[in-house]
């Protein structure tokens, strides 16, 4: 027993291994809602070079990426959209919120537009500016993938203890007395209809 | 170098030059195994070893995040096709014309010029007809209507 | 630009109290009644030569200083053979906003109309199809309605969140 090597060793060199990988090469799925989609653009142009960093890959389909930029409002028509998306990517993803739209709604405090896309889907990074300089994006990029490099697993273990949702703990004093009481109007299901429609 | 020179160097004017030998040129093999066993390991390498979740959603056909409408092999009507097969036998038409009239009428030495300018004129005209009579044809058939 | 061969027209056809008309800088209005609404477009169309419907959009009066009935209709009208534009007004009031649709008169009516209903809720009659254009079909409230609180009664709040196990 004593000459036994630890079982973990092989599985935690391999964690290693792969999220070593996967950092290096984030392919990201932009979903450019309005301007900051032009800083993304910029950011992975040839002047500022996402390249560098090994996530220049714009893929415009959720199977082929993992990591999701946000860049742009989100309005309730979208949300079921974003949702839908988000879920269509395989694992591992994470999803940065790109702009002060996408992380707090920004100036849009309007009855159409959602105050941040964490109260609906998990968010790894927020990056501020409106809308934000490339170098900031690709500063998140390089604090995400700092994070992926010493949280990452092989199988995307570090995520299952997650279950409740990455929304600020401090939203329910931001939302004011009448914000909190919920209009009727069946907006649960909007997201999976197709899966509820399919079983 | 791994494998020895066997065969004996051939003498040309310049001097001594080294035989041919397939065996020399092993590192293309090595090569191109290398290039077939790379992507071939990454994708065989991430289908093992990667987290899976199959939700309805993720298998859901990707029409933008919005509920797909209708089969993704939709017919369509054999109009479209007429439409096209006309345009390809307009469009090969001026890809001979072109060349033709420019070497008959332009560039090119007088024997060119001569021959492209009267046999060749004929044959072009024969082409056209043929085409025109295509052209006819399809339009009697009501191809152009659109139904 | 001048609009009196259009009124003479409008005074012949409706009489001299079957309409009102006020202005503003370069902005002419005909103001009628709700029951006139729709012969008055369909003669305007017809006779005065307003073969353009270029915009319709409604107001919301309420709380609005001197102001006797709730929503104001505005029907934004050009002659393109002449450049000639007028606007027709009208008011309906609640508790049932209803109007009849001009859609067979203009085609161009159709979403404007849809845009005005899921608005403020005003209901077109006649209408071939009016369901909400820019809010989700889940909405249940008409947003510029002057009594629905700025930031909303919390319908941007009603999506599922989704953590990061689930996904």
């Known amino acids: 027993m004593a000459m036994r090597p630890n079982e973990n060793f092989l599985i935690s060199k391999l964690d290693w291994l792969a999220s070593i990988v996967r950092a290096n090469s984030l392919w990201p799925m932009p979903f450019a809602t309005a301007c900051c989609g032009i800083e993304l653009m910029a950011t992975a142009s040839s002047r500022y070079d996402l390249a560098r960093f090994g996530a220049e890959v714009m893929r415009f389909s959720p199977r082929q990426c993992d990591l999701m930029i946000v860049a742009g409002r989100v309005v309730m028509k979208m949300v079921p959209v974003l949702q839908r998306i988000w879920l269509q990517m395989p694992e591992p993803k994470w999803c940065i919120s790109m702009g002060a739209c996408a992380s707090s709604g920004g100036v849009f405090d309007a009855y159409a537009t959602v105050q941040g896309i964490d109260r609906f889907i998990p968010v790894d990074a927020y ?39 990455d929304r600020p703990k401090t939203i329910a004093l931001q939302m004011a007395p009448t914000e909190r009481v919920v209009a009727p109007g069946d907006f649960q299901t909007s997201t999976r209809a197709w899966e509820e429609k399919k079983t | 170098m791994l494998f020895a020179q066997t065969a004996t160097p051939i003498q040309t004017p310049a001097g001594f030059e080294p035989a041919f030998e397939l065996t020399n040129y092993y590192p293309i093999y090595l090569y191109l195994g290398f290039c077939l066993l790379i992507p071939i390991a990454a994708i065989v390498g991430t289908h093992i070893l990667n987290p899976k979740k199959k939700t309805a959603v993720k298998l859901m056909p990707y029409e933008s995040g919005m509920d797909p409408i209708g089969p993704a092999r939709h017919k369509f009507d054999v109009k479209f096709y007429l439409i096209a097969i006309l345009f390809l036998v307009f469009d090969v038409e001026l890809l001979f014309l072109y060349p033709w009239a420019v070497i008959a009428y332009g560039e090119g030495n007088d024997a060119w010029r001569a021959n492209f300018g009267r046999i060749v004129f004929w044959e072009v005209l ?13 339009w009697r058939k009501g191809v152009f209507k659109w139904r | 630009m001048s609009h009196e061969s259009t009124l003479t027209k409008l005074r012949e056809r409706f009489g001299t109290d079957g309409f009102q008309t006020s202005e503003f800088r370069d902005n002419f209005r005909v103001i009628v009644k709700v029951e006139k609404v729709f012969e008055t477009l369909k003669f305007l169309k017809e006779s005065c030569g307003f073969n353009m419907l270029a915009e319709l959009t409604a107001a919301d009066y309420l709380y609005y200083p001197n102001a006797r009935d709730r929503y104001g209709v505005i029907y934004g009208l050009t002659n393109t053979v002449t450049g000639e534009r007028l606007f027709v007004k009208t008011f309906v009031n609640d508790p049932d906003p209803v109007l009849p649709s001009c859609f067979p008169i203009w085609k161009a009516a159709d979403w404007l109309e849809r845009e005005v209903f899921d608005m403020y809720g005003i209901v077109f009659e006649g209408h071939p199809d009016l369901r909400r254009i820019l809010l989700p079909e889940e909405f249940t409230s008409f947003p510029l309605r002057k009594d629905y609180p700025l930031r909303g009664l919390g319908e941007r709040h009603n999506f599922p969140a989704i953590p990061r196990a689930e996904s």
Not at chain 1, 130 to 141: D, G, N, T, V
Not at chain 1, 145 to 162: S, V
């Open chain 2, 126 to 138: 024969v082409f056209l007809a043929t085409l025109a009579v295509a052209y006819v044809y399809a």
């Open chain 1, 127 to 165: 990056v501020p500016g409106c809308p934000p300089r490339p170098e900031q994006l690709i500063q998140s990029i390089i604090d995400l993938q700092d994070r992926i490099k010493k949280t990452g697993t092989l199988m995307a273990k570090e995520f299952e203890q997650r279950t409740e949702p």
